[in-house]
């Protein structure tokens, strides 16, 4: 493969000293209020007869993409799973919902509801205090217990001082684990031609990877809300294996396999054309690299015409090329941007929608000067340290798309269909100076949610995950997860990812395809916003799980039914497209 190329006679320190970071840009900040402890200095209605002893404050709450924000909503800290008990059954008697709170790194409205009214709200702080991390392995079977506000990267950092990992990973490890369960986070591993699983790994969703889970739960006998521990061959554990918020979980464990190593290498020289062909085309093409080494991701910026491509692939012995890397989050240029990305990024915020073709040249001559500039463009190391590679802070973006599901011969196809329409639809709009979308197209791929590779006896695979296998289509092995994504309140977004979503629930049907939400992102767009459609709420979702005959959807909406019947685990939203059987 050739190396990539430079991009520009940028020198490395000027590089490194132009950092900025684009979350400081004008109309792209929220400042958040701090943390009011319960009493005479608090602006909200006391809670009534609150659990003594249980820290209460007033806390700011603002989702990832900052369209979500709160000022002031009760927050408790849960300093046990007793605690989280005591909460449910007092939210029960005062009328409350509870709503368990991560990093609030997320766009949907799973854990609140824009608009809505949140002075009946407790949001449950699981960062502070629920976060233990315990890794056992007997040499057959290897296991994390953590508790729900552990990070991703404190759990696979304890995994590898014990020789042990997980195939697939989210770029951020600054995650909860319960809150990337909830939504069944996934990454971007995808096994090569001929390539089987290590035992313990899997090539779907982490939410696979579960072999038990404390769940709080309505205890119909006492009347109460209780703590209950589901193993993963519980009937009806496949409900909360991805639960969507519909129940709390406060602590989980899950099977890890041996560690291994990997080389990630960058190229930024491909033209889409190429890189995206149709299937069986020549050259240097996703369906090639993806046959080569399955772990393929492309970020292709807008009006440009050479995607970052990164393959990462399972590499035993360091290839002389290749730089060690001893830690995560090695490209420096994701993190902090400088002056020529956030000048047109500061006019594109500002409503010059016409730099957006500046703006999309200028992400990518950072990529590709940054991964020269900082020797980032060939590494290797432990996975962990080269799965991870987005930090909390990078640039504020929504996102449209989502997961789908098909056979592995499909691969290149979905891709180019998806690259098509794409660059046909933003030409188009750019010819009337319409520039809806200002950040990437992301593609990749991982495995669907094999139940075989489970180690412990097993109900089946999660019920709501976007990576749920279809029971009729064997062969539908493949998810490919494709989004876009732009700067909060670019004119004409929403419309054009409305357009994009119903395009992609049409073309990939029948007996091609199936497409599904990715959770955490936006889906069910009207022309002004997401998660407003109320066709793609409550009849395209359910009629996708449904598909095949799996019934799945509506057995996970029955169980959380029967586990809170009282709805203490919902808000609004999810009152409305997961409505009571």
Known sequence: MDRPSSAGSVSRRGFLAAGVGAA?????????AGAVPWGPQSTLAPPPDFPAGIPLSQQAYANWSKEIVLDHVWTATARSSDDVVTLANWAHRNGYTVRARGTMHGWSPLTVVPGAPVDRVLLVDTMVHLNSVEVHSDGEQSVVTAGAGASIESILTALQDHGLGWANSPAIGDLSIAGALAIGAHGATYPAAGETITP??????????????????????????????FARSDVESTAFLTHLGRTFVTSVTLQAGENYRLRCQSFTDIPWQELFAPPGSPGRTYESFVEASGRVEAIWFPFTSTPWLKIWTPTLVKPPESREVHGPYNYFFSDALPEAVTTPLGMVAKGLQAATPLFGASQ?????????????DDLWGWSKDVL??????TVRVVAGGGAVITKRSNIARVIHEMTTWLNERMTHLASMGQYPVNMPFEVRLCGVDDNGEVLVDSAGVPDLSAVRPRSDRDDWDTAIWMNVVSIPGTPGLPAFLRDMERWMVA?????????????????????????????FLTRT?????????????????????????????????IDRFMPSA
């Open 24 to 32: 400081a840009l004008a109309g792209l900040t929220w400042s958040p």
């Open 507 to 535: 073309n990939y049907s029948g007996d091609y395809a199936t497409f599904r939400p990715e959770w955490s992102k936006g889906w069910a767009f009207t022309n002004d916003a997401a998660y407003q459609d109320d066709e």
């Open 388 to 393: 991870f590679y987005l930090r909390h802070t």
């Open 200 to 229: 313990g790994q899997s090539f779907g969703s982490l939410s696979n990877l579960i072999t038990a889970m404390a769940v709080v739960v309505w205890d119909s006998s006492s009347g109460s809300y209780t703590l209950r521990e």
């Open 364 to 376: 990518f001559g950072a990529v590709a000067a940054g991964l020269v500039l900082t020797d980032t």
């Open 541 to 573: 979702i359910p009629v996708t799980f449904r598909a095949g005959g799996d019934g799945n959807w509506d057995a996970a909406l029955a169980t959380f039914d029967k586990y809170d019947p009282h709805r203490v685990f919902s808000n609004t939203f």
